[in-house]
């Protein structure tokens, strides 16, 4: 592995942190407060390319390996992670189903304006029955008799971007009996009748990115709207989360490194009984557990990373980098919560934001639990 970034990634990513320093860093408040990202922000977002980061260049996209994408993930969570999360799904969950098992035409179709931003994608997978157990999802598909359709049937919970998305990836079932084996990928664009967005859910952070339900009511789709043969929803959609797995986990680096600086600049400034706080060896330990943490941490994303660019299997790569990363972050921000003691808890003190807005990280895409699971298996069955 080599740990030298290439030139282009290095220099992509000090012009992102370039961008975050300069346009996303001073309205980190007001995304919190407003609940969204200003338009004028997502256009420069577009105008850098950063729609369509993953996305290959036949499909206007930048064709950037994993290793590129953490690197970028990482300097887009520096300010707050509502950023990297409207980034993400067309990086990510919401394009990757498409770009892994879809047609030619469908993704001629649909991925340039996913690369450009003008469009925006989801990944329709978590119900109210079936989280952990994605496996067990209630949302049927069945085929009309002529064979051209399918009429989609269920709801989904939670879904990121739901309230702003023109194209979900929905994972149903063609035949319950059948569990995992059952599931099949759709491609379902927003104004399809019968697919409506239902409550937008309030959370305890990440408030300028929304979760919303799915409601797919006799949603009749045709048939070249699915991804895949029927049965092949299930390894695609853990294919996709292999993915997602790895992205959070640079997320999180990026947040924790932060994190750690905001704590620095703190402790050397902050005066009592006579002496910045960063002399106390308290204080001066929390640093240094932290800054040890996130080297470790992002060793094992640029590893993961590195052997997915190799075109190996990283399943039990994404899931170590997912949980050592995100449960590190936690810790990174219980310190630094901490470290700035009572204005820590105060709003609009960023240690606070990011302790709330971490904190769903050990949950989504599999929470720590499941990473456990999953590397366990790859440990027991190799
Ligand atoms: N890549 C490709 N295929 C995969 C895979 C992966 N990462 N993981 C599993 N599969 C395949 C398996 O090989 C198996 O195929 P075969 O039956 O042909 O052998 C099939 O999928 C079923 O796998 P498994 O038996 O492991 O399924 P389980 O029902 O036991 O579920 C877990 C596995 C728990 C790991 C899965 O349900 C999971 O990741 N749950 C969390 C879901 C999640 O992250 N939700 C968040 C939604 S997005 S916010």
Redesign the pocket.
Known sequence: MDLNLPEDVRMFGDTVRRFVQRELDPIADEVEESGHIPEAVVQSMRDLGLFGLVIPEQYGGLDLSAVGLCVVMEELSRANLCFRILITTNNG?GSLGLLYAGTEEQKRRHLPPLASGEKIGC?A??EPEA??????LRTTATATADGDHYILNGSKI?I?NADRADYFTVMATVDRKL???GLTAFWVERDTPGLTIGRIEPKMGLHGTQVAEVILEDCRVPTNARLGAEGEG??????V??H??LSIAASAVGAAQRLVEAMIDHANTRVQFGKPIARNQAIAWMLADSATEIEAARGLVRMAAWKKDQGE?V?RECSMAKLYCTEMACRVADRAVQVFGGMGYMRGNIAERYYRDLRVYRL????SE?QR??IA?QLLNP
Do not use: C
């Not at 299930?234 to 294919?239: C, K, P, Q, S």
């Not at 989504?364 to 929470?367: N, P």
């Open positions: 969950i990944f997978l978590t989280g952990s157990d994605a496996a067990s939670w990121t569990g995992s084996k299930f390894g695609l959609a853990m294919r989360l292999d997602g797995r299997r399943t989504y895409e599999g929470t499941i699971l999953v298996r």
